[in-house]
């Protein structure tokens, strides 16, 4: 019932002019993300994207339900997966989905008032709710890939920030360097335990200099870790030395009963490098 060419058409020549409306009412100075940016190139490519939005819905009042909205699923991955809506919060852009429903509302309204008698108030209704089913519809869809995306692209982070957090710095030869620094937590620790063991195998270091001068707490867990490492370095070949141990990281030491006395320990990572 819903589906009616005329007013198909009507809101096809208005497409355009909806994406103008819709962007010179956007409140510059409260909206953030790509609707604050200044930049020409930014603007032009939001607008088309807007107009593009357009262009697929109005397809609801002359295709099938079911194919509307398969063909809106291409807009919507491009949208979702663009740099400048990821770094947009989710609710701002929600709510220009918002604003843009209101203009069909709107648009709805004024096609039968422009009509009126040729139309019944059936029909009326059956096109907002179109409508509105449609916004719900792409809106889910639109947040469920952008949190998908935006996951997959802060796992991504993460990974590249656990790496540089446990670099093996190769200095010569066959002997590395593993500093490091600011907080350790166990779940990191457990990432420095995989990842020097592979990048040793990896860069065939036989002598590892581990600098802690630049962490300043070391929990239970992951002084044991810390150790553990050091086992497993010595069972795949790897000598290890440990440098700018912090008094209060000994003592944690000390009071777990973790020996030293088959470590290699230097004050700093000067003296660790002039051992012999």
């Known amino acids: 019932m819903h589906r ?15 994406t103008d409306d819709w962007y010179d009412e956007i409140d510059k100075n409260t909206v953030t993300g790509v609707y604050a940016s200044n930049d020409p190139d930014v603007i032009k490519r939001l607008k088309e994207q807007n107009f593009s939005f357009h262009e697929h819905l109005i397809q609801v ?5 079911d194919s509307f909205f398969d063909s809106f699923e291409v807009w919507v991955n491009e949208i979702a997966s663009d740099s400048a809506h990821q770094s947009t919060p989710i609710h701002t852009i929600l709510n220009e989905f ?5 203009q069909y509302i709107h648009m709805i309204q004024g096609f039968a008032e422009i009509h009126k008698g040729n139309y019944s108030n059936e ?6 709710s179109i409508i509105l089913k449609a916004f719900g519809k792409v ?3 639109f947040v469920e890939v952008h949190d998908r995306i935006a996951t997959l692209r802060l796992t991504s982070q993460q990974e590249l920030i656990n ?5 093996v710095i190769k200095l010569h030869q066959s002997i590395g360097l593993l500093p490091l620094v600011g907080e350790i937590d166990t779940k990191r620790a457990k990432h420095v335990l995989e990842h020097t063991l592979m990048e040793c195998r990896k860069q065939s270091v036989n002598q590892l200099y581990i ?4 962490v300043n707490v070391l929990d ?3 002084a044991m870790q810390i150790f553990q490492l050091i086992d497993a370095l010595k069972i795949i070949g790897v000598k290890t030395t440990l440098s700018g141990v912090r008094p209060e990281i000994a003592l944690t030491a000390v009071q777990l009963g973790l020996d030293f006395k088959d470590i290699q320990i230097a004050g700093n990572l000067s003296q660790a490098l002039n051992i012999k």
Do not use: C
């Open 98 to 102: 918002l604003n843009v429903q209101d």
């Open 61 to 65: 009042f002359i295709e099938r339900e």
């Open 123 to 128: 029909a009326v209704y059956s096109w907002t």
């Open 139 to 141: 809106m889910t869809r």
């Open 163 to 167: 790496e540089l957090s446990a670099p």
């Open 220 to 222: 239970t867990m992951v």
């Open 211 to 214: 600098d802690l001068s630049g």
């Open 4 to 18: 009616n060419n005329d007013l198909y058409n009507y809101l096809h020549n208005k497409t355009r002019q909806l």
